[in-house]
């Protein structure tokens, strides 16, 4: 019995591990691009990238932001309406062009483009709001907002996880 516990042991091992040499990210695959990544419950998978000019297909960052000619791309998303000649990459999932701010492909709403800061890979300002994610967090105090080590921020006011709001 404990030869075939073993066994199986050994048989997952070999699986686990001939997975773990595969990249995630963008790439060529053929005359085009797809995005890898990779799930718990499907491990990897392929995501054809829609609509890409793969002869000007540039990769600004592997894990998520890339650009054509015509588009720009997170992941394998378009990001709408951005503007590829003025489309920048500010941090590991933020990226601006000339009017609007991004996460991954959502816009930032009401982001100041000029004023914007990065303080974490979740947490944002401009010189009117702080950010979580792409969302506005309304009750927070721009002046004294701060990033904990743990994930968490707090104000003068408030303290706050993710979105959410508690009294400190």
């Known amino acids: 019995m404990r030869y075939l516990a073993n066994w199986w ?14 990249a995630i990210g963008y790439q060529r695959k053929g005359d085009s691009f797809v995005f890898v990544d990779w799930g718990m419950e499907l491990g990897y998978q392929e995501h054809p990238i829609q609509g890409i000019d793969p002869k000007t297909f540039q990769v600004l960052t592997s894990n998520g932001f890339a650009r054509d000619k015509q588009r720009a791309y997170s992941t394998w998303f378009q990001i709408p309406g951005a503007d590829v ?27 100041d483009v000029n004023s914007f800061v990065v303080l974490s890979d979740t947490y944002a300002r401009d010189s ?38 508690f009294r400190c």
């Open 9 to 22: 042991l050994g048989i997952l091992l070999v699986i686990f591990l001939a997975g773990c040499g595969r």
């Open 85 to 111: 000649s003025s489309f920048v990459v500010i941090s590991k999932f933020y990226a601006k062009d000339s009017t609007r701010v991004y996460f991954g492909h959502y816009v930032v709403e009401q982001a």
């Open 128 to 165: 009117r709001r702080v950010y979580y994610l792409y969302r506005v967090i309304e009750q927070a105090d721009i002046s004294s907002f701060v990033v904990l080590s743990d994930g968490r921020a707090k104000d003068k006011n408030r303290c706050y996880l993710a979105e959410h709001v």
